[in-house]
């Protein structure tokens, strides 16, 4: 039958359609015939190195073409001829969306090149190793350490679906353990691979898996002698190959024994086929199995050196490799892990030298050297060295063991021969005999591994997990591969039948049609090898005939199976054949089959060695001639050989009878494993090898595609891909294509929907199917539908493209029109602006020329007038210049004749003048040189430059009145040349006169021309002396200039140098105040890390001690469990109230210190299993060892503190001596005051003891008196004390400086104080033990000492006179020591002021008066407000004193009046008692007065605790009373037992409600209400015990009333420690069941429901379907988690909790939800999208909501999601260039690298348009955060619990206003 086959592909932005032709019978594995592919269709096409090479087409085909065109990724052209025969086209490509996908089957085209591209891209991109395969686990080798099997990963993985998370070995684990106790029935796990595919780790995390998270059900540790066994059989069953340096040389099936609660309960291990030739010959770079290397390296230490080992190259068993040495690997090391595993196991040190005795022995035999005697015979020569090692080894005596080396014998049925062997015979004899032992002592170690492993216990069920070679094909194949290959053959049988069989059952559970294809059917190839007359068959025949051959055994083969189409016969040999086997053809070699399928062995070297003095040798070969089955526990395992030796002849028949061959045996182990699988639900793991260099994560297409064909990775695809191979739920398939549908076709049954829609979408009915619950896909239909709904996406995108570009582009346009118009409008206003301008410019212009040409006018005017005025000018002026030169020249004349006569006169004078002048500046200039040459000197001097800056101002002031007196000695000049210029005025005038007498005398004159000559003569000599003088002047005028200009200059420098002298004073002065700043700075950032630091360790001791007190508490209740295991047998009855007052709690689990523990372990131990108590002691060990530590450490820590304060007091000594000797007057003073106090004390007890018992009590009485007078004495001291502080106050008003170094030390020791409460914890221990050590019998009845009862009387008043008194002497010295801290408070106070004062003093001297007056008013007021307040508190302690001391007045007074009483009563008799009424004076006082009190009988207490604690129903409680209600009925319990002072009514009181507590919690601790209300009534009932100790810390916000009733007699601190530790075990409870409630809501809530509707779908999923996202019914979403959490917090309000306890568990919830959901996240793929980062975020922000309408905000809860922020965050930014990865790094600082590299690894697109993350982008990121430090784990720790406090939070309650209920019947309370 034909049909046709509508397929459609898309690349994107490409299409192409295809037509299938398909033939029903055939199914078509994608291999299709198409009538028409168009271009740009991408396909897959063989190819030589890379197997399959993706191409796409460049030309469309049609239907007849010969050839395909096609273009390769790296842009090459190529013609693809198809077969002309065939014309198959190429496999078609997957959509990208489906690359890289968990399941294989999810795969639209399942072929092979699909399937090895899809593993290429997870293996190399995503760096994942596991892949499904449908029901197969492939596993790739990565060849690297991958941090994904902790723990962690281990609890990730616990208890989920095998499709919900990504694929992993832990993953089928726990589908095997989910199937083993759901269906009842036994699982196997199939590990299988060829060598160095990583088999044996495989197996190794799967049992690893069981250990982890089932347990055991005993403690015995049987999980970790399972793991234990890894070790043993790896060093002896491993050694390295060339291509594993760690490979199994055997096949083993281990099964884990569960009992009926799915506990590990023991184990069984079976081997096959071990490679024994290894034992005597290795090939190049292999080595022997590793114990031999193991003890070579081991031969330096002590315990061996009687091996008398060497090196490993001295030795021929472990040479022939040459490479004795793994690289990173210690054989050293690897043997201490193999003792220590035998020692786990119970092999104990004897046997294990034993065995390391024999191995040792081997390893001397293959040396022993052998020589040729002649050709038929052999010897070895005298003493060999190694030969005689090897007897004292093995116990044998040389002689015999060196025969029969040489010697075999030979028997007929009448005599018996020694015949000589030839050397190489000997030598293989040898080493027969070396592998016969080494296959001895490998059984033996496995048998002796059962005996530890097997179980105590009846086994309910088991998992087997059989790690098995994988098919082998190598150059040389011989009879180990012949069997390997075998056993495959019958495992592949087995395995397809299972998966033809599941997909059967899946057709038929979903009611689909099916018809039964074909399969590969390995039978005949079974059959071929096995079948009578099969390969086998005649391989046993041809060992029986006495002159078998492997040449002849050959010609047989080719004889009987010449006719079997799966044997072949070489054509170029003769010893060999072929095999067509499932996976591969394999040629095998005919030579040694016989010699290893006999596996023969010497029987008299067997003798020799059972007559070893050696007992374990003995052992090794006692079972030599039993016939035992061989797959028996103990012997039948393959790879051994059972050779019977043949002592007589009546044994000969059974010997033959039971002597078998390798592949006899062989056959049998594996059809009995067949059965055993067959048995069971098998799980199939696939090992792939992915190169054969060992390199990490590089893949080989060549060895990944021959491994794929071999291992039925491909079969599997095969099969699926027959049927429908793609499956989607209704709801699936509704979600993802519910774009395709129109709003009509949506129905309320989404079902008829889908097949509505389904019938429209696909019109050949026969490519689908509709199940019950799910539709069934052909082949490349989940294609066609993803390209339709990619088609709708896109043309949605399109449409709303179109709208949004309209709308854009509209937006566009209306801003340019508008735009547009405001252009036009400015435009022309612009234009009209430029018009008026041009009109006023103009008007301008007319205005500006007529004004310019009246300006020409008007100018050319004045230019001619200027002309005619210059002419008249010139003429005028030339004319009045000839006339004035004339009379100038007159005037000359005069002038002349008179300047001559004034000379004459002149010259004496200024002769005379001149002299004294030059006599002056003589004088003047030589004492300026003499200053000149003192100032060079002074300044050449350093002592001058020093003084110059030290006296700078100075200077300059003597340079400014020296400039001062330069002044004023120049105005002197000025005037002396003023009155010179008088002087030649007179002058002047007397020669005018004396000139008009010369005229008379001119006659004289004249006549006495020769005297005039001679005076004109002295006139030039004058001239000449007179420009000399004028030059001397010059000169002088020009030094005086210099000289000013050289000071002007100095006294610059020197103010420039005054300013920079200055500058720097500023300069040092801002950096030492900056300095200051960054000191203070720094001081501020080092104080407040170290605080951080400090709180921090704090933490972290809080949470060390909170583990070990829930360590503590999960040792006690397992001690508790175990205690009623044991009782239950011997139904032995226990007293309940014992073990409620004594033996139920105990701090520590120190259960020996009291003889009852010791009974207790002692019949502990005798029904239990030794190393139960051995591990219980070794767990009390540690946890003594760890609390030892955690002491020391704390002393340290206060050791560290005490000496620093011991080195701040050294330093203080100094100023305390004022302080000293102050104290020391007021400790005289008290010690006087004291001295009055005993005094007083002593008065008082004359008066008790002497006063009458009727008026000991009265207002009037002399004890009444005593105690007035004290307090009126009490009361004056005060006031003296008062006036005393004042006076001190006002003598040292000022004093008053805080050091902050000593507030410092107080807050450390506030610190330390509260960890030292941590360290107390050994010491409450012993408080308790004492305190139950107490509980003695009643105390001797003293009335019967004599009948009067005076004695007893006497005793009882002693007794209360005693304790008053003790109780006096305690406060006062309680008083003494607080005044004496107050005193030197206050003297430390008053320093302090002081020295502020002096601060405030030096600042107010350096301010102006007017700042100085009023900086000392505001000091004044606010030391005067500071004074009222101290005067203040002290008058509020005062009166608190007064009131503490009339409350002391009230009780002493009301004591004396009950022991009056008691005192009357006493010496009445008996009848009197009787008679008399009772004395009813305090009845009502105690009526009126109610003191908060609740009184019981002793027998009373069990029936308060029962209907208090252990039958009180939480919700009636927490919804109709008060909060904290049974916390304040216990508190105001324990008040009358303070107050009656019986100690042991307040410690049973006390134990047995913390008792009480444990005891409901463990019955009911995983109901929330019940932890929940109990945790708030602990915190209540302690916050009480502190609230009532009267220590001043916790009383601060008491009212009076609450002071009052606070405890008097007792200190609970030691019960406060217990308490608040009871408290820490009641919250990790409420942690837990918290987390228990929430943790299946969280991954469905938070990842699966898509919160937000439609913004992703479910992409096509595989076999493995995972939980579906959309919300069913029942389906936790996040609505869920926050009504979850609304009932949280709304049950702990009304309980009462403390809101910051509330606030620290919110903060937990929220760390656990986002680490829970974080930790899903990076172990799902599918999950990692961009959609699924939105819905994260929406998620997110919905709980921070919710934190915000609790008013939670401030919690620190919304920080605990930071890294579930950031991870959504990084889901969603881009992931392309440089800058997005410096946002990235920067944006995910709460992730680490691990992380943030797995989340982008795991990136997967859900739909088209979205992009996967580059390689070269993560590597970018790892680059970037390589120097980021932080932790290497991937997952979050969930199981973290944040260390808790419970701050201090008193209650306003009144305790006399609470009112006790009926309901609770507690009616035997009385209230007091």
């Not at 020996?1152 to 523990?1157: D, P, T, V």
């Not at 100094?1214 to 003073?1229: F, T």
Request: include cysteine.
């Amino acid at each position: 039958m034909i049909q046709l086959q509508r397929v459609s592909w898309e690349d994107p932005g490409k299409k192409f359609f295809v037509a299938v032709e398909m033939d029903s019978t055939q199914q078509l594995s994608d291999n299709i015939s198409e009538l028409a592919i168009f271009k740009c269709a991408r396909v897959w096409i063989p190819d030589v190195e890379e197997v399959w090479k993706s191409a796409e087409l460049t030309k469309d085909y049609k239907n007849g073409d010969a050839s395909l065109q096609l273009m390769l990724e790296d842009g090459a052209n190529l013609e693809h001829k198809l077969d002309p025969k065939t014309k198959n086209l190429p496999y078609l490509r997957n959509p990208d969306i489906l690359v890289g996908e968990n399941d294989l089957t999810a795969l639209s085209y399942l072929h092979e090149p699909a399937v090895l591209h899809n593993l290429k891209v997870r293996f190399i991109d995503s760096k994942l190793i596991y892949t499904y395969c449908g029901i197969v686990l492939v596993a790739i080798n990565p060849y690297e350490t991958l941090p994904i099997y902790g723990t962690d990963i281990i609890n990730a993985y616990s208890g989920q679906n095998m499709g919900d998370m990504d694929p992993h070995i832990f993953a089928v684990a726990e589908e095997a353990y989910k199937q083993m106790a759901r269906d009842e029935r036994n699982q196997s796990i199939i590990v299988s691979g060829e060598s160095g595919a990583g088999k044996t780790v495989s197996a190794k995390y799967a049992m690893r898996y069981f250990a982890t998270v089932s347990g055991s059900a005993s403690e015995a540790n049987v999980e970790e002698k399972v793991l234990a066994s890894n070790p043993i059989m790896e060093s002896i069953g491993n050694a390295k190959t060339t291509r594993n340096d760690n490979s199994s040389r055997f096949g083993k099936y281990i099964e884990i024994g569960f009992d009926n609660r799915y506990r590990i309960i023991g184990a069984n291990m079976r081997t096959y086929l071990l490679e024994k030739s290894r034992v005597v010959f290795q090939a190049d770079e292999e080595r022997n199995y590793h114990i031999f290397y193991q003890l070579c390296a081991s031969s330096h230490l002590p315990e061996f050196k009687n091996l008398k080992l060497s090196k490993a190259n001295d030795f021929l068993y472990t040479q022939q490799g040459r490479s004795p040495v793994i690289d990173g690997v210690d054989d050293t090391k690897e043997l201490c892990n193999t003792r220590n595993a035998f020692s786990l196991l119970g092999i104990n040190e004897s046997y294990q030298m034993g065995l390391f005795q024999v191995l040792a022995a081997i390893l001397h035999l293959g040396n022993v050297e052998i020589k040729d005697k002649d050709s038929d015979s052999s010897m070895i020569p005298p003493n060999n060295d190694h030969l005689t090692k090897f007897c004292e080894l093995v116990g044998i005596t040389y002689k015999d063991m060196a025969q029969w080396l040489c010697h075999r014998k030979l028997k007929t049925a009448s005599e018996t021969y020694i015949k000589t062997i030839p050397r190489l015979q000997a030598t293989n004899a040898r080493d027969a005999l070396s592998k016969h032992i080494y296959a001895k002592l490998f059984n033996w170690i496995v048998e002796h591994v059962n005996k530890a492993l097997v179980a105590n216990l009846k086994q309910h069920s088991f998992i087997g997990v059989l790690d098995i070679y994988g098919f082998e094909t190598f150059e040389i194949n011989s009879f180990e591969q012949f069997c390997i290959n075998y056993a495959n053959e019958k495992l592949q049988q087995q395995f397809n039948m299972h998966v033809f069989k599941l997909e059967q059952e899946e057709y038929m559970k979903e009611q689909i049609p099916w018809t039964l294809i074909d399969f590969y059917d390995n039978q005949p190839c079974i059959n071929l090898i096995e079948a009578k007359m099969g390969i086998l068959d005649l391989l046993d025949e041809e060992c029986r005939m006495p002159k078998g051959s492997d040449d002849s055994w050959a010609q047989k083969l080719y004889t009987h199976l010449k006719t079997c189409s799966l044997f072949e016969k070489p054509r170029m040999s003769n010893r060999a054949f072929i095999i067509q086997h499932f996976a591969d053809k394999v040629e095998y070699q005919c030579e040694g089959f016989l010699e290893k399928n006999k596996d023969t062995v010497n029987e008299e070297q067997i003798k020799v060695l059972k007559g070893s003095k050696f007992d374990l040798l003995v052992e090794l070969f006692k079972d030599e001639g039993k016939a035992t089955s061989p797959t028996g526990q103990a012997p039948g395992t393959g790879g051994r050989t059972r050779l019977s030796v043949k002592p007589d002849k009546s044994r000969d028949t059974s010997t033959k009878e039971h002597k078998k061959t390798v592949g006899c045996q062989f056959r049998n182990s594996l059809q009995m494993l067949m059965e055993t699988l067959n048995a069971t639900t098998p799980h199939y793991v696939r090992c792939i090898k992915p190169n054969d260099f060992k390199q990490a994560f590089s893949f080989d297409p060549k060895r990944a595609v021959q491994q794929l064909r071999a291992c039925g990775v491909l079969e599997t695809i095969r099969i699926s891909a027959a049927g429908f191979p793609s499956r989607w739920t209704y709801q699936e398939f509704f979600s993802r294509y519910r774009v395709l549908m129109k709003q009509k076709d949506v129905l309320s049954d989404k079902k008829l929907t889908c097949r509505n829609v389904l019938e429209k979408l696909v019109q050949d009915q026969d490519k689908y199917q509709f199940g019950k619950t799910k539709i069934f896909f052909r082949a490349g239909q989940v294609a066609y539908l993803e390209k339709l709904r990619a088609d709708k996406l896109r043309a949605a995108c399109i449409r709303i493209q179109k709208t949004i570009r309209c709308w854009l582009a509209r937006k566009k346009y209306m801003r340019m029109r508008d735009a547009a118009i405001t252009i036009q409008r400015f435009t022309r206003g612009y234009q009209a602006r430029c018009l008026a301008k041009f009109m006023r410019r103009t008007q301008a212009a007319i205005v500006i020329q007529k004004y310019q040409k009246m300006y020409v006018a008007r100018k050319h005017y004045r230019q001619k007038q200027a002309a005619a005025l210059a002419i008249q000018t010139i003429l005028r002026a030339y004319m009045a210049r000839q006339k004035y030169l004339a009379l100038l020249r007159e005037h000359k004349a005069v002038i002349i004749q008179k300047r001559a006569r004034g000379w004459l006169a002149r010259r004496w004078y200024k002769r005379c003048l001149s002299s004294i002048v030059y006599l002056q500046c003589c004088i003047r200039r030589m004492r300026a040189r003499r200053e000149l040459k003192k100032l060079k000197i002074e300044a050449r001097s350093v002592e001058h430059f020093k003084k110059l800056n030290k006296g700078m101002e100075n200077k300059i002031m003597q340079l400014q009145r020296k400039v001062d007196e330069q002044t004023k000695e120049n105005k002197s000049v000025n005037e002396r040349l003023a009155g010179l210029a008088n002087t030649y005025t007179t002058e002047s005038e007397r020669l005018r006169g004396e000139l008009g007498r010369l005229r008379g005398v001119e006659e004289e004159a004249r006549s006495k021309g020769n005297q005039v000559n001679c005076l004109l003569e002295e006139l030039e000599k004058l001239k000449k002396e007179l420009s000399t003088t004028q030059q001397e002047k010059k000169i002088i005028e020009d030094w005086v200039q210099t000289y000013r200009g050289e000071m002007e200059k100095m006294v610059s420098e020197l103010k420039d140098q005054n300013g920079l002298l200055k500058k720097e004073k500023d300069d040092l002065n801002r950096s030492i105040q900056e300095q200051s700043q960054q000191m203070t700075e720094k001081m501020a950032r080092a104080i407040a890390a170290e605080t951080q630091q400090l709180e921090t360790d704090l933490n972290e001791e809080r949470s060390r001690y909170q583990n070990l007190l829930t360590e503590h508490l999960r040792l006690e209740e397992k001690y508790d469990d175990l205690k009623e295991r044991i009782s239950k047998p011997g139904h032995r009855r226990t007293d309940s109230t014992h073990s409620s007052n004594e033996s139920e709690y105990t701090y520590n689990s120190e259960f020996a210190e009291s003889e009852e523990g010791s009974r207790a372990v002692e019949d502990l131990t005798r029904g239990m299993d030794t190393s139960l108590t051995l591990k219980l002691q070794k767990r009390l060990t540690e946890l003594e060892q760890e609390k030892q530590s955690l002491r020391n450490e704390l002393e340290n820590k206060e050791e560290q503190f005490q000496r620093a304060r011991a080195r701040d007091e050294s330093e203080l000594k100094k100023v305390r001596g004022a302080e000293l000797e102050y104290e020391s007057l007021k400790r005289q003073e008290l010690e006087s005051e004291n001295k009055k106090l005993k005094h007083n004390l002593a008065e008082m007890r004359q008066s008790l003891l002497g006063g009458t018992a009727a008026s000991a009590g009265a207002p009037g009485s002399p004890a009444y008196k005593v105690l007035l007078d004290q307090l009126n004495s009490s009361s004056e001291e005060l006031e003296v004390r008062k006036e005393e502080v004042l006076i001190l106050r006002s003598q040292l008003v000022s004093q008053k400086e805080a050091m902050q170094h000593k507030e410092t030390m107080t807050e450390v020791a506030v610190h330390v104080e509260d960890i030292s409460k941590l360290k107390d914890a050994d010491e409450l221990k012993q408080a308790y033990i004492g305190l139950k050590d107490t509980n003695r019998s009643a105390a001797p009845d003293f009335q019967k000492l004599n009948e009067d009862g005076e004695l007893w009387l006497v005793n009882q008043g002693l007794k209360e006179t005693i304790r008053l008194l003790e109780h006096q002497l305690q406060t006062q010295r309680r008083n003494y020591d607080s005044e004496v801290e107050s005193l030197r408070g206050e003297l430390q106070n008053v320093k302090e002021e002081n020295n502020r004062q002096q601060q405030l003093l030096a600042q107010n001297l350096q301010l102006p008066p007017e700042a100085r007056i009023e900086a000392s008013l505001q000091h004044e007021i606010t030391r005067l407000t500071n004074e009222n307040l101290d005067l203040m508190e002290q008058l509020e302690k005062q009166d608190r004193t007064i009131r503490k001391l009339k409350k002391q007045l009230k009780v002493y007074s009301k004591r004396i009046g009950e022991m009056g009483a008691g005192q009357a009563e006493g010496q009445t008799s008996p009848g009197q008692m009787v008679d008399e009424p009772i004395h009813p004076v305090n009845i009502p006082r105690r009526e009126k007065d109610f003191q908060g009190m609740l009184e019981y009988k002793k027998e009373d207490e069990l029936k308060l605790v029962k209907n208090l604690i252990l039958e009180l129903k939480p919700r009636g409680v927490a919804v109709n009373l008060i909060p904290g209600l049974p916390a304040f009925i216990l508190f105001m319990c324990l008040r009358h037992a303070d107050y009656v002072n019986d100690d042991q009514k307040v410690r049973t009181l006390l134990t047995s409600t913390i008792n009480s507590i444990k005891k409901i919690l463990k019955k009911r601790g995983d109901d929330f209400e019940t932890v929940s209300f109990w945790l708030a009534n602990t915190c209540r009932f302690l916050h009480c015990l502190k609230q009532y100790s009267g220590d001043e810390v916790f009383m601060k916000q008491n009212t009076s009333r609450q002071n009052e009733h606070c405890l008097s007699n007792f200190d609970l601190t030691e019960y406060r420690s217990v308490i608040s530790d009871l408290a820490i075990q009641i919250y990790q409870q409420l942690i837990k069941c918290m987390e228990h409630i929430l943790y299946p809501m969280i991954v469905s809530g938070m990842l699966e429901h898509e919160t937000i509707q439609g913004v992703s779908g479910a992409k096509p999923t595989g076999l493995r379907k995972r939980t579906s996202s959309i919300a069913d019914e029942g389906t936790d979403t996040l609505d869920s988690i926050l009504r979850q959490l609304n009932a949280f917090h709304s049950t702990m309000c009304q309980h009462g909790t403390d809101p910051e306890l509330i606030k620290q568990v919110v903060k937990q919830q929220f760390y656990f939800i986002g680490a829970v959901t974080l930790n899903n996240l990076l172990l799902r793929k599918d999950m990692c999208s961009w959609s699924k980062g939105m819905q994260i975020r929406y998620n997110v922000s919905q709980l921070e909501e919710w934190l915000r309408d609790k008013g939670l905000m401030n919690c620190g809860a919304k920080e605990t999601l930071e890294p579930l922020i950031q991870a959504a965050q990084l889901l969603q930014v881009k992931k392309k260039t440089d800058e997005d990865a410096d946002a990235i790094c920067s944006m995910c600082l709460a992730l680490t690298t691990a992380q943030i590299v797995k989340v982008l690894n795991l990136y997967t697109p859900v739909n088209e348009f979205e992009e996967r993350v580059s390689v070269s982008f993560i590597r970018t990121i790892q680059t970037r955060l390589r120097d980021r430090c932080g932790s290497p784990q991937l997952l979050m720790d969930t199981k973290i619990i944040y260390p808790i406090t419970f701050p201090f939070n008193p209650s306003s309650l009144a305790l006399e206003t609470i009112q006790i209920p009926s309901s609770l019947n507690l009616a035997f309370l009385t209230r007091v």
